[in-house]
């Protein structure tokens, strides 16, 4: 597999006690989604993707703790600190209208209603009260403009096979 066929879910940032558990920082929303996905790839800096099975996870205070097979002390899982945690698009969920994977819109042509291109879509961030777009401009890859992602209101219309976004948004804001 290339590497863009992995998405990427967290990494591992610690250790948990001495049997082996890891902490995780999970992207995933709710953090704990990340536990729901029972075949990982976990990648070391500077190694390929690796399978592994996680065997269970649970919420522990303010962390994502994760038992993975074969890891079964602190040493092992100290050596995992640090790595990347991924799935492969075959595990997603299929998602109903208007529903979108972030990995499937980046990348798209964003326009405007009128027909005003402003770029491609960067990349997203969640704001806690709506996901954000980064539209990149064609033609100087320094002009970014970040966008609300407000199906309706911002964001008229996506069209995965078209590879387009159109907004309502004034190209000079």
Same mark, same amino acid.
């Given at each position: ?62 962390? %994502?703790?994760?038992?993975? !097979?074969?890891? +079964?002390? $602190?040493?092992?899982?100290?050596? *995992?600190?640090?790595?990347? #945690?991924? /799935? ?46 980064? %539209?990149?401009?064609?033609? !100087?890859?320094? +002009?970014? $403009?970040?966008?609300?992602?407000? *199906?309706?209101?911002?964001? #008229?219309? /996506? ?15």
């Amino acid at each position: 597999m290339s590497q863009s066929d992995y998405i990427l879910l967290g990494n591992i940032s610690g250790v948990a006690g001495l049997k082996g558990l890891v902490k995780v920082f999970s992207h995933t929303e709710p953090r704990v989604q990340i536990t729901q996905y029972k075949q990982w790839f976990i990648q070391r800096k500077g190694e390929d993707w690796k399978a592994v099975k996680l065997l269970n996870g649970r919420v522990q205070g303010k962390n %994502i703790v994760v038992q993975l !097979d074969g890891v +079964t002390d $602190r040493n092992q899982a100290e050596a *995992l600190v640090g790595s990347r #945690i991924a /799935i492969t698009s075959d595990q997603l969920k299929k998602l109903g209208n208007n529903e979108y994977y972030w990995k499937d819109l980046i990348g798209l042509s964003v326009e405007t209603k009128e027909g005003v291109q402003l770029g491609k879509l960067d990349w997203i961030f969640n704001s806690g009260s709506n996901d954000v777009f980064i %539209i990149k401009d064609n033609d !100087d890859k320094r +002009t970014e $403009r970040m966008l609300p992602f407000l *199906l309706d209101d911002v964001i #008229i219309s /996506i069209d995965l096979e078209k590879s387009l976004i159109v907004v309502d948004w004034d190209p000079e804001f």
